[in-house]
Structures are given as structure tokens and as C-alpha cells.
């Protein structure tokens, strides 16, 4: 009964390079949020799929960050070019259903990215 | 612009005692107000939640009280044990208008219950 995995767990990227963080969602789910963690912050929501779907990207950056979930395997959140700014917690959550305020969303352990 | 404040940023309780985390919010559309517990080097975990429409809610340990009038809503967790130390984090659901419900998270607050 595996619940939200990420991975990688660490990432360390030098500033220009791209970073992908990969996330698979519980078993039976269907949603994905992204959100970002800066230190000492909350979490910030980013981004919301649906399969092969974005439904809600209004908290993404402009440039340099994309997301997908494809039909076939995991979310893939990809940012282009990083820079130290970009260092942060990313997690990644999931949800059967996204119709409801009360849908309970679940959270994967996340990927500490470290830009040098 | 900070649509939830929670305070404090830290906070030490003797084993035993009571802890209690305060969340003040802005945003009238808010409607359901989860509270998350975070270990380290791990995600979120959804501890209690409440709706506007319920001044309490007890699950064990851990209650939830919400005033409505004054938009504050505050965790409060009785007979605080070591195993409870971690970061908690209130948050705040609304629709987002560009097809989703968004979470909104507080800064989060440090707990360390101590022997």
C-alpha cells in the first residue's frame, strides 16, 4: 500500500543546468499537485494535473518551470536553467478526486533541490 | 502578501502540558481548514481539518477550535508528548477559480515537547 513517492530525495544542480523531479501518485489516484518549499516557509502551491491534463498552473513561475502527467508513468515537474532561487523543497501531493473542498490530498516525502 | 499567519514560529512544551498553535486568515472564500504535521525529511501528513460551519472538533489528543466572526482558528494539543515534536502547519482550501482547490499554508510552527 505505497503512498506518494518522489524521487529522486536529494538533487544538486549547478546553476544553467535543468532539474527533473518525478512523482508517483497513490495507487487509485488520479491528481497531483505540486507545491514548493522555501526555508522556514509554508508550502506554495504550483501546479495541478489531472491525467495527460494541467488544470491549475496559476502558481507556476512564468518561465524556466513546466509540468506534466502523462498518461503512461510518473508526474514530471522540470525546471530549466536553474538558478539558487530555485533551491527548495518540492512535494508533490495526490487525490482521488479534486471536486471538493474536503478532498484530502496526500503528500510524498519531496525532493530537496540544491542549486550551487 | 500572506493570506494565512500562524504564530508562534516556535514553541516548547513540557511533556504533559498543552500546546497550542494560532491561525489567522483574511480570505472570506476559505472553506475548509486543515491542520498538517511534518517530521523531518518527510511530507506533510494531514492531522485534523475543520469547516467554517463547526466551532470544534476533537480527534484524541488533538482539537480544532474556529471562530468564524474573528477568522482565527487555533490547534490545540492536549497531554503533549515527545513523539509529537514537529513542525505544524495550518492551512486554508478555497476554489481557485482557474478550476481547482488550492491549499494555502501558514509559516509553520516548531514544536518540541521536551521530558
Known amino acids: 500500500n505505497a503512498g506518494v513517492m518522489q524521487n529522486p530525495r536529494h538533487l544538486v544542480r549547478r546553476r544553467g543546468q535543468e532539474a527533473r523531479l518525478r512523482c508517483s501518485p497513490m495507487?487509485?489516484?488520479?491528481?497531483v499537485y505540486w507545491y514548493r518549499q522555501l526555508p522556514e516557509e509554508g508550502l506554495k502551491f504550483m501546479v495541478y494535473l489531472q491525467k495527460e491534463n494541467i488544470i491549475d498552473e496559476s502558481g507556476m513561475p512564468k518561465e524556466r518551470f513546466s509540468a506534466e502527467f502523462p498518461k503512461e508513468g510518473p508526474s514530471i515537474l522540470r525546471i530549466q536553467q536553474v538558478v539558487r532561487g530555485d533551491s527548495a523543497a518540492y512535494f508533490c501531493?495526490?487525490?482521488?478526486?479534486?471536486?471538493?473542498?474536503?478532498?484530502?490530498?496526500?503528500f510524498g516525502p519531496g525532493t530537496r533541490l540544491t542549486v550551487l | 502578501q500572506q493570506q494565512v499567519k500562524q504564530s508562534p514560529q516556535s514553541l516548547i512544551v513540557q511533556k504533559g502540558g498543552i500546546s497550542i498553535i494560532n491561525c489567522a486568515y483574511e480570505n472570506t472564500a476559505f472553506d475548509y481548514f486543515p491542520w498538517y504535521q511534518q517530521f523531518p525529511g518527510k511530507g506533510p501528513a494531514l492531522l485534523i481539518a475543520?469547516?467554517?460551519?463547526?466551532s470544534e472538533k476533537k480527534e484524541g489528543r488533538f482539537t480544532i477550535s474556529f471562530n468564524k466572526s474573528a477568522k482565527q482558528f487555533s490547534l490545540h494539543i492536549m497531554d503533549s508528548q515527545p513523539g509529537d515534536s514537529a513542525t505544524y502547519f495550518c492551512a486554508a482550501n478555497a476554489y481557485s477559480g482557474a478550476g481547482s482547490y488550492q491549499l494555502t499554508f501558514g509559516k509553520g510552527t516548531k514544536l518540541s515537547v521536551i521530558p
Open positions: 501531493a495526490s487525490s482521488t478526486k479534486a471536486g471538493s473542498t474536503t478532498d484530502t490530498q496526500y
Open positions: 475543520i469547516r467554517p460551519d463547526v
Open positions: 495507487k487509485g489516484h488520479s491528481h
